[in-house]
């Protein structure tokens, strides 16, 4: 079982940037696939962007591709959104997510609890 804390959420103005950061308790967090995913208010959970487990592969939503960025760093078991050029409607609980192999755009097993993300116009 792996547990998955966020942090960095917090209020920006549109064109902003923020940096999220998913801090993962397992012992070898390069056994496992991360992803972003959010979800705004009213609704559903929505898949943001991937990374395989070496950090070689990653995907991204067409909505954030070009403006947010995944990466990865093993050696402190932390995954990384890079969020530039935010818009209000980015607007949303952010959470992280990880799988022993592949995130689906439905997630895996294993979630954090969230952070917030708030973009003011």
Not at 20 to 35: E, I, Q
Not at 70 to 86: E, G, P
Not at 88 to 106: G, N, R
């Amino acid at each position: 079982q792996v547990q998955l804390v966020e942090s960095g959420g917090g209020l920006v103005q549109a064109g902003g940037s923020l940096r999220l950061s998913c801090a993962a308790s397992a012992r070898t967090t390069s056994n496992y696939a991360m992803g972003w995913f959010r979800q705004a208010p009213g609704k559903g959970r929505e898949f943001v962007a991937r990374i395989s487990r070496s950090g070689a592969m990653t995907g991204y939503a067409d909505s954030v591709e070009g403006r947010f960025t995944i990466s990865r760093d093993n050696a402190k078991n932390t995954v990384y959104l890079q969020m530039n050029s935010l818009k209000p409607e980015d607007t949303a609980v952010y959470y992280c997510t990880a799988d022993l192999y592949y995130i689906s755009d439905q997630g895996g097993p294993h979630w954090g609890q969230g952070t917030q993300v708030t973009v003011s116009s």
